[in-house]
C-alpha cells in the first residue's frame, strides 16, 4: 500500500478552513464599512454600537490570524494546532467583552442570539483541542474516521447554527405577533378608547404590560392628545425610550443609541 501524499482532512477541519475564509472575508468587509461610515453623518451614531478604532484595529488582528489558520491547517504542526487554541480563546473573550451589554440587554432576541454565537466559539475551540491528532502527525485518511469528536462537533454546530437562524429571523417577529394577538384579545373594541384601554394596561403583568401601553398610544395617538408624561407609565427602559421617541422627548431617552436615532428624527421634522 502506499501512502497518500495528501492525507484526507477530517470534516470538522474543513469546517474551520472554510470559517476560517468567511472571518477574513468579514473582517475586510467590516474595515471597508468602516472606511465609507466615517465619510457619513451616521460615523456618530454607530460609535455608540461598537468603537470603530478598536473593531478596525481586531479586524486587521483577525485577518491575519484567520490565514494562519488555514496556514496551519495545511502545515499541521503543534505550534500551529497550539496557534489555533490561543486565537480563539482571544476570539471568544473579544466577542463577550464587545457584547456584553447585548447579552445582560432585556432584548430575549439579543440574549439568546449572544449566546449561541458564543456557544458556537466555544464549540470550535473544544472540537481543536480535541484534534490534536491532526496537527501532531501525518495519518492516512482510514486513521481519521468519522469518530465520536466528529459526530459531536457536527450535531452541535448544525444545532446552534439552526437555533441562531431561527432566532435571528423568526423569534423577534413571533413575540411582536404574539403580544399584539394578545392585545387584541386581552382588550377587544376596549383598546379603541384610551381611557378604558390604559386602565386594562395596567393590570397587566411584565413586559406585556408596556407593550400595551405603548400599543394604545400607537392606534390612538392621532384620535386623542398624549403627553410625554403618559411615558412614565412605563416599567422597561427599553418601551420607556420607545415611548420618548414617539414624542421626540430625547433628553429623556437613556439608550445612547435610540438617543441619538431620536435627534435625528428631530432635526428631519424640523426641516
Partial sequence: MFKNKHPEIPKGIQWIKTI?????????????????????????????????????????????????????????????????????IVYLVYALISNIRLIFSSNITNLFGQVIWLGIVIIFLWYIYKRKDYYSMNKLPTEFPVDKTEKIFKIILITLIVLLFAISMFLPKGIELYNLSKYVRVLGEDRFNPEVAISICEEQEGTFRDFCLIQTLSINAKKYEFTPEYCEKMAYENYYDRCQLMFYNCEKIGNEQTKKVCDQLKQLASQ
Wanted: proline residues 3%; positive net charge; aromatic residues 22%.
Fill in 20 to 88: 476560517s475564509y468567511l472571518g477574513i472575508f468579514s473582517a475586510i468587509f467590516m474595515l471597508g464599512f468602516l472606511g465609507i461610515l466615517q465619510a457619513t453623518p451616521l460615523s456618530g451614531f454607530f460609535a455608540d454600537l461598537f468603537n470603530p478604532i478598536l473593531t478596525s484595529i481586531f479586524a486587521v488582528i483577525s485577518i491575519v490570524a484567520w490565514i494562519f489558520v488555514i496556514v496551519g491547517i495545511k502545515k499541521r504542526t503543534i505550534f500551529f494546532w497550539k496557534f489555533t487554541l490561543i486565537w480563539l
